[in-house]
């Protein structure tokens, strides 16, 4: 229900010319099995996305007959699915195609590991997320790029550092005596995926995923998530891969995000976890990010300061 | 001697012999030496922390940072400078950053500025602000935000005209008692402005630097002596203009709600989330003066004013003149 209604808010704000009430409701599902994928939804030109639950139901509101923009389906294991809008107006399923997954994963044993993109957790100021300029937040995922001077090597471990205020045992002027003080406890839970791409070798980008499993991420406040990455055995085949945060933009992450700045009333939906950049500058821009009309590119948002995501990586090798 | 007793004993024992070893959970010791007649700050003055053997220095703004990692709780921070009395700080004594003042030691040359007449000039600090005692208006009054615009400028009388401005001093607020992500960082121009005789708002710029602060010195000294600016009027300004990017941007955290749906009455059902708030560096102490403040805002394409009481709140801005 809750998916449901952010659906329909969020559409309702942004698709301009839905003149009427008609709710267009279409459930993704898996082309072979039928079953519903939770799958992320993008309007390109909008800059609008949204994650469905796990029913993989979404509702557009407004006459889609009308509607000039372009839809974009996208899911990890499934070939994406990009359509124009109007095209939606004789459907009520999508139907996903799944990706043949070459697995590389490996179950080598590696006696060496050694850690990249090393920094204090305790210097990370900066958090990517919230905001662009004064306009929301439109990524749908963000990306470290890593390198490694050896090839098929293996990710064990990771550590990514987000934006949270640990409410859950800490508190002082401003919240502390307020009688709803136990629900602001929660506020700061959040739930995200991780992707783990190779490099495409065309594009230099992102390019296809080392780990067919999905991988999400819970948290209660801590603004630290430390994620052991060895049962997925996941290869590393060449001297550079991506780890990506995959933004799973529904109801429970939703929070608003303000811009505090003179003649500008700038509040927006944004979605939990907000990233840290790390605090050491590298020599170039290591973080891409997956805009709506998923094209990754350079994020250089805090350049030239900020060149890295807030992602520690071990990777083990012989 | 009963079993019991003798355990109790070599208890006891061990941890005499382990108490000096126990180390503090403090991660850093940070703060400014200042000194303690001008309370201006005292750059490379030397830090040691005696048992652990460590040195540093402060930089330009008399800023230090010391890591305390494995520091034993009864160390101690020797503070030296020439022409400064020796400052001990047993690290058991250490509150977050504090102001070291260290003492001028009598055979400390003065500054003395001389004219080829010989005539003795005059150096003062207008608004002056004591940092030590800015901490306690901030908890008593929970502080006045003087800022969040883009531009702010601040009025000041001079004794005189042809004054020369040396230096400006601004507080730094001490955002550790919010819920505030840290950003020591913080980059905007400061502005020297004369005064609109007409309107009596700022108008023409002086003199304009851009100012990057890469610490988290709280007191900060901008040094405008090689500038050589003299002050035409009586009255002069001097504005803070803010950059908002993402190189100053600090996040808060304000609870808020969202809508989860409706209940069966029809009325609408909230959930508690959180809102962030984006905001941008610097932020000035706010500081009480012992007389009214004229305070200029940029709104809108034009200079309006508020004027603040005496001992009411304003901002930690402060010049230092010759004359």
């Given at each position: 229900m809750k998916s449901l209604l952010t659906l329909v808010c969020c559409l309702i704000a942004l698709i301009t010319n839905a003149q009427t009430e008609k709710l267009n409701k279409f459930h993704l599902v898996d082309k072979v099995t039928n079953k519903p994928v939770i799958t992320s939804v993008a309007i390109v030109k909008a800059k609008l996305s949204i994650t469905t639950e796990k029913d993989g139901v979404f509702i557009i509101p407004g006459d889609l007959k009308k509607m000039t923009d372009s839809i974009i389906f996208s899911a990890q294991n499934y070939f994406d699915i990009k359509m124009p809008l109007k095209a939606l107006s004789t459907l009520d399923t999508i139907r996903l195609t799944r990706l043949a997954f070459k697995t590389t994963n490996t179950e080598s044993k590696f006696t060496r590991d050694t850690l990249l993109n090393n920094f204090n957790g305790e210097d990370v100021g900066y958090f990517a997320g919230l905001h662009e300029d004064?306009?929301?937040?439109?990524?749908?995922?963000?990306?470290?790029?890593?390198y490694i001077d050896k090839i098929n090597t293996k990710l064990n471990t990771l550590q990514i550092e987000r934006l949270s205020f640990n409410l859950d045992d800490k508190y002082g002027w401003g919240i502390y005596n307020n009688p709803r003080l136990e629900h602001y406890r929660q506020i700061e839970f959040t739930a995200f995926k991780l992707r783990i791409y190779d490099i495409n070798d065309a594009t230099g980008k992102p390019g296809k995923d080392l780990c067919d499993s999905i991988i999400v991420i819970k948290l209660r406040s801590s603004e630290r998530a430390r994620i052991n990455l060895k049962d997925y055995n996941i290869n590393i085949p060449h001297k550079t891969f991506f780890v990506a945060i995959e933004w799973m933009r529904d109801y429970y992450n939703a929070h608003y995000t303000g811009i505090v700045i003179p003649n500008l009333k700038?509040?927006?939906?944004?979605?939990?976890?907000?990233?840290?950049?790390?605090?050491?500058?590298?020599?170039?821009?290591?973080?891409?990010?997956?805009?709506?009309?998923h094209d990754w590119l350079p994020y250089a948002t805090f350049s030239p300061f900020g060149t890295d995501l807030a992602i520690k990586a071990t990777v083990g090798y012989n | 001697?009963?079993?019991?007793?003798?355990?109790?004993?070599?208890?006891?024992?061990?941890?005499?012999?382990?108490?000096?070893?126990?180390?503090?959970?403090?991660?850093?010791?940070e703060g400014q030496v200042i000194d303690k007649t001008t309370e201006l700050p005292i750059p490379a003055v030397t830090l040691t922390l005696i048992k652990k053997h460590f040195n540093t220095l402060t930089n330009d703004q008399g800023y230090f940072k010391l890591p305390a990692n494995n520091t034993a709780v009864n160390d101690t921070i020797i503070f030296t400078s020439i022409g400064y009395q020796t400052y001990q700080l047993p690290v058991r004594d250490y509150k977050p950053y504090p102001y070291i003042?260290?003492?001028?030691?009598?055979?400390?040359?003065?500054?003395?500025?001389?004219?080829?007449?010989?005539?003795?000039?005059?150096?003062?600090?207008?608004?002056?602000?004591?940092?030590?005692?800015?901490?306690?208006?901030?908890?008593?009054?929970?502080?006045?935000?003087?800022?969040n615009d883009k531009w702010t400028a601040k009025l000041f009388t001079l004794p005189t005209i042809n004054t020369k401005l040396l230096s400006v001093q601004l507080g730094r607020d001490d955002l550790s008692d919010y819920f505030i992500t840290t950003n020591k960082f913080?980059?905007?121009?400061?502005?020297?402005?004369?005064?609109?005789?007409?309107?009596?708002?700022?108008?023409?710029?002086?003199?304009?630097?851009?100012?990057?602060?890469?610490?988290?010195?709280?007191?900060?000294?901008?040094?405008?002596?090689?500038?050589?600016?003299?002050?035409?009027?009586?009255k002069f300004f001097i504005a803070i203009e803010r950059l908002f990017i993402p190189y100053n941007e600090v996040i808060s955290i304000a609870p808020d709600y969202k809508a989860a749906g409706t209940n069966k009455k029809g009325e609408q059902i909230l959930d508690d989330t959180p809102c962030y708030l984006i905001e941008y560096q610097p932020f000035l102490q706010p500081y009480p003066q012992p007389h009214a403040v004229s305070i200029w805002f940029y709104k809108n394409g034009s200079w309006v004013s508020h004027t603040f009481a005496a001992h009411v709140n304003t901002m930690a801005l402060s010049a230092t003149i010759l004359y």
């Open positions: 004064t306009a929301s937040f439109n990524y749908l995922q963000l990306a470290q790029q890593f700038s509040r927006f939906i944004s979605y939990k976890p907000a990233i840290g950049i790390s605090p050491i500058t590298g020599k170039k821009l290591n973080i891409w990010a997956l805009n709506t009309n | 001697m009963k079993p019991i007793i003798r355990h109790a004993i070599l208890c006891a024992v061990f941890i005499i012999c382990i108490l000096p070893s126990i180390t503090l959970a403090q991660t850093v010791y003042k260290m003492q001028p030691t009598l055979t400390r040359l003065n500054q003395v500025n001389i004219t080829a007449r010989a005539r003795k000039q005059k150096q003062v600090t207008l608004d002056k602000f004591l940092v030590s005692n800015s901490n306690f208006y901030k908890k008593t009054l929970m502080g006045v935000m003087v800022g913080a980059r905007f121009n400061l502005h020297i402005m004369d005064i609109d005789s007409a309107k009596g708002s700022p108008g023409r710029i002086l003199l304009t630097k851009e100012i990057n602060l890469q610490d988290n010195s709280h007191m900060v000294l901008i040094d405008l002596s090689k500038d050589n600016l003299t002050l035409p009027s009586s």
